[in-house]
């Protein structure tokens, strides 16, 4: 398994990025699939994730109505869209996959990882 994270960069306050995560190596329809996130010097904290092949969707409180995952089931693709960000949202932003349980939460749960892009949201 593979995940390519892409599409970080420098954004104002208020201002929007979408990620991507390119998935590639097996079916992930029994996948749950996740973004996290990791500022320097805080622990890799939980953002988004959902269930491949249907079902639930999840948010942390901080960015539930800001941020929407998403798939490409064509291009095996999985989206963060990030909207009104805030320099609070600076941070590296992951991708990964885990087989699905219905712990969404935790990062140690999950196997598979991208290598992560950098988000920085100037004030």
């Known amino acids: 398994v593979q995940l390519q994270a892409s599409g970080g960069g420098l954004v104002q306050a208020g201002g929007s990025l979408r990620l991507s995560c390119a998935a590639s190596g097996r079916t992930f329809s029994n996948y749950v699939m996740g973004w996290f996130r990791q500022a320097p010097g805080k622990e890799r904290e939980f953002v988004a994730a959902?269930?491949?092949?249907?079902?639930?969707?999840v948010y942390s409180n901080s960015v539930k109505g800001r941020f929407t995952i998403s798939k490409d089931n064509a291009k095996n693709t999985v989206y963060l869209q990030m909207n009104s960000l805030r320099p609070e949202d600076t941070a590296v932003y992951y991708c990964?996959?885990?087989?699905?349980?219905?712990?969404?939460?935790?990062?140690?749960?999950?196997?598979?990882w991208g290598q992560g892009t950098q988000v920085t949201v100037s004030s």
């Open positions: 990964a996959a885990k087989p699905y349980t219905g712990n969404y939460y935790s990062p140690s749960l999950y196997d598979y």
């Open positions: 959902f269930h491949w092949g249907g079902g639930s969707t």
